[in-house]
């Protein structure tokens, strides 16, 4: 069974930083994900602010998070990784790794066609 485990999450003052981690455990080495980091925050739907296909060559990003947020990966660990910088309070939320077994091209940027989710992890920016 796969899952995805994630870490990172934290208070930190705006303007600050913090970088997500999420790694795929389980599941047979050679599959292939389309993964994003998808939040909510308290009384808000879930949002997707940023979406990868597997082997990276495809990016997007919500426009109120572009220039300030990036993904990055480490394909040998299984990891995704979401760097976020100059953090606004309006970036407080509940922040979801997740992912869906695709060919390695694939790009999917609808947070409903995600059928693995990580347990979420907690940002808090304080103003």
């Known amino acids: 069974q796969v899952q995805l485990v994630e870490s990172g999450g934290g208070l930190v003052q705006a303007g600050g930083s913090l970088r997500l981690s999420c790694t795929v455990s389980?599941?047979?080495?050679?599959?292939?994900?389309?993964m994003a980091w998808i939040r909510q925050a308290p009384g808000k739907d879930r949002d997707l602010i940023a979406a990868?296909?597997?082997?990276?060559?495809?990016?997007y990003y919500k426009p109120s998070v572009k220039g300030r947020f990036t993904l990055s990966r480490d394909s040998a660990k299984r990891t995704l990784y979401l760097q976020m910088n100059n953090l606004d309070p309006e970036d407080t939320a509940v922040y979801y790794c997740?992912?869906?077994?695709?060919?390695?091209?694939?790009?999917?940027?609808?947070?409903?066609?995600?059928?693995?989710w990580g347990q979420g992890t907690q940002v808090t920016v304080s103003s």
């Open positions: 997740a992912a869906r077994g695709a060919p390695p091209t694939v790009l999917i940027v609808a947070a409903t066609a995600f059928d693995i």
């Open positions: 389980g599941g047979q080495t050679s599959s292939t994900y389309a």
């Open positions: 990868t296909n597997w082997d990276g060559g495809s990016t």
